[in-house]
């Protein structure tokens, strides 16, 4: 990475103005239910307390813009959750404290009173519809709370926002540990892979990763494509999928990447078997069958077992490994069985020595439900980022960044 990071500032005595993702998941009652980025943003915290600065946290938190009333937003979407959650991980900090405000002259007086080591956190960023706007005037307010902006929310920085892209075009930007971790591991890993280098692309619509597949086209060993948009591969292909979700408007696109890969080293691989079901259901009725024999009124809903085998023989063989999107409809039981099954063979590749990456949401909550979460080398943070990278774009919240 190319970037400044942390590391090469002297922070004794400086306030830390640090864009973090404390994007979480809440219930019902306000309860955080997966405090996951919390925690990966607090190497970077304690960094900086330790080493003698103030910190100033900044974060989104969900869409309050689709709230009918401020009562609501407030409900909903208030950080104050994350500030709790923070203070009882981060003990070592003397104060962990909240404003009610996003920017402003509040927020001001509270980072002006801010001492080494203690942490203040601002309200959602959200809250201001200047943020997503990338208005100057907010990020000149930002600009305001710190003297050196950190950019550690790598989920967010595929955005051109106040807070990730605006205010460090105001304040020496640089880098914290979790994105300096995933740039290293995304990028790297595709710039200078270990081979054979097998990539996992699922999920449901092509439209949704046509850049993806593109630029990793030239750069992987195999590519291997499952779920949803499998079957509009397929369907480009001239299978009959029946009642299966099918891109009509991608099958010309789809062509043209069968044939891009056809062309060159790579070997692009569909599944040769389906399981397929009556319906979109847990209780429907399923069998297994080739994928040129689904039969009409039934739909795959994940890939077979011989496919299941090929697949898992790419990844184990693999050095390297990235994997975004499941193989089937992973949430309903009956059809877990092939996005589980690769998840245990990245397990099972890292143990072996490759570096294998999942990013996605999907396929984050798929290795994490298996179970196997701590037993492959990088999960990614960042959804929508992470698609970007992959896709060989350049996030505006990094570039923006001083360089090393």
């Known amino acids: ?5 942390v590391r090469d500032i002297e922070w004794n005595g400086k306030r830390a103005l640090v864009r973090v993702d404390f994007n979480v998941p809440l219930d019902e009652n306000g309860e955080i239910t997966d405090d996951t980025r919390i925690r990966e943003s607090l190497p970077t915290i304690r960094y900086l307390l330790e080493h003698g600065a ?41 104060t962990v404290n909240k404003t009610r405000v996003v920017s ?40 305001r709370l710190g003297d050196i902006y950190v950019n550690d929310a790598f989920g967010s920085s595929h955005r051109a926002h106040a807070s990730t892209e605006g205010v460090a075009r105001l304040l020496p930007g640089v880098a914290g540990f979790l994105l300096e971790k995933e740039l290293n591991f995304l990028v790297d890993t595709i710039a200078n892979p270990q081979r054979p280098f097998v990539t996992i ?74 399981v397929i079901a009556d319906a979109f259901s847990a209780d429907a009725q399923r069998q297994v069958v080739s994928v040129d024999a689904i039969p009409a009124g039934w739909r795959m809903l994940d890939i077979g077992p011989a496919s299941v085998t090929a697949f898992s023989e790419f ?5 390297t490994v990235i994997w975004n999107g499941p193989m089937g409809v992973f949430e309903l039981e009956p059809f877990a069985v092939g996005t589980n099954t690769i998840a245990q063979a ?47 774009k350049e996030l505006p919240g990094v570039v923006v960044l001083q360089d090393a």
Do not use: C, W
């Not at 002006?112 to 201001?128: C, H, S």
């Not at 630029?215 to 779920?227: H, M, Q, Y």
């Not at 029946?242 to 070997?267: H, P, T, W, Y």
């Open 346 to 392: 990245l397990a099972q590749a890292t143990a072996a020595g490759a570096i294998t990456v999942v990013g996605g949401g999907d396929s984050v909550a798929a290795i994490e439900q298996s179970g196997l979460a701590d037993q492959v080398s990088h999960i990614s943070t960042g959804g929508g980022a992470s698609l970007e990278l992959l896709e060989g």
């Open 104 to 143: 402003g002259e509040a927020a001001e007086a509270a980072a002006a009173d801010l001492q080494p080591g203690q942490v203040l956190l601002l309200e959602n960023t959200r809250f201001d519809k200047r943020e997503e706007a990338n208005d100057p005037t907010l990020a000149a307010e930002f600009a």
């Open 1 to 5: 990475m190319n970037k400044k990071t």
């Open 201 to 274: 692309i699922g999920g449901a619509k092509i439209s949704d990763k046509i850049g993806v597949i593109n630029n990793l086209l030239g750069k992987v060993d195999a590519l291997l494509i499952g779920g949803g948009m499998a079957n509009t591969f397929l369907a480009a292909q001239g299978y009959d999928m029946a009642d299966s979700l099918v891109e009509q408007e991608s099958l010309d696109i789809a062509r043209q990447l069968i044939n891009k890969a056809s062309g060159s080293k790579v070997k692009l691989v569909l599944p040769t078997d389906a």
């Open 315 to 319: 990844v184990v063989g693999a050095k």
């Open 54 to 94: 103030s910190v100033v946290l900044m974060s989104h938190l969900g869409r309050p813009n689709k709230a009918k009333s401020e009562a609501e937003m407030i409900r909903k979407f208030s950080l104050k959750p994350a500030a709790e959650r923070l203070f009882e991980l981060l003990p070592e900090a003397s």
